[in-house]
């Protein structure tokens, strides 16, 4: 089954679910790491800041980069392997939740190190996570991030002369965003490593979704996220 624009709703809703979790890591990366793990220009921005202001976060920024980088080829790799893009998704998904998982864990052991170790191991995992979504080629969610989403909005609104194809998913691409930051938020000022786990477990979420064989339910949820 696919939707109007030709996307796979499982696909639709898997990267909705992996949204809502870079929505809570982003918000654990800027409060605690004081950089962002997956959201690369804004790490730029921050080390540009920081190097005209003579703060010390730029090593942060160069190992976030670095890693991110990294996990890009990673990601590239795996994408390219002899699989339907469903399952190759899915793959890199469960990949990427099992690291934040195991992430989640090395904070909460407290080893020497633990913010870089830390910031590394999800910079890693953000940029297999994003290879797993540009794969999957659905209209301004190669990247989750609000600024395509938004623009999608408008620029294909009716204002604009469109008729408004994937507004509702756009909107609840938006929502898992902004909902996944606020959750973030809340349970990292009480458990950094709880917060991480939960994305963890949000992207595992996203991977097994894709696995999964057709289901009554399931085929309710491709229904909803043709619109």
């Known amino acids: 089954m696919t939707t109007r624009a030709g996307h796979d709703p499982r696909l639709v809703a898997a ?23 997956g959201y690369m220009t804004a790490t730029i921005l921050l080390m540009a800041v920081h190097i005209a202001t003579s703060e010390t976060v730029v090593l942060s920024g160069f190992e976030a980069i670095g890693l991110y980088l990294l996990g890009a080829v990673t990601g590239g790799r795996l994408t390219r392997r002899d699989r339907t893009v469903r399952y190759a998704v899915g793959d890199i998904l469960l990949r990427v939740g099992l690291l934040v998982g195991l992430t989640a864990l090395v904070w ?27 794969h999957a080629k659905v209209a301004d969610m190669s990247l989750p991030a609000a600024t395509m989403l938004l623009h999608g909005l408008a620029h294909n609104s009716s204002i604009a002369g469109g008729s408004n194809p994937g507004t ?30 939960i994305a963890g477990a949000t992207i595992l979420s996203a991977g097994a979704l894709l696995y999964l064989r057709e289901h009554g339910l399931l085929i309710h949820l491709d229904s909803l996220t043709i619109h």
Do not use: C, E
Request: net charge positive.
């Open 15 to 37: 990267i909705i679910l992996v949204t809502m979790a870079m929505g809570m890591l982003d918000a654990v990366s800027l409060l605690h790491l004081k950089i962002f793990a």
């Open 108 to 134: 909460a052991a407290n080893p020497p190190g633990r913010t870089y170790i830390t910031l590394g191991l999800l910079a890693f995992a953000m940029g297999m996570q994003t290879s797993a979504t540009r």
């Open 168 to 197: 509702w998913r756009r909107l609840a691409a938006i929502g898992s965003l902004f909902v996944g930051a606020v959750i973030g938020t809340l349970v990292s000022s009480h458990s950094i490593s709880l917060s991480i786990a």
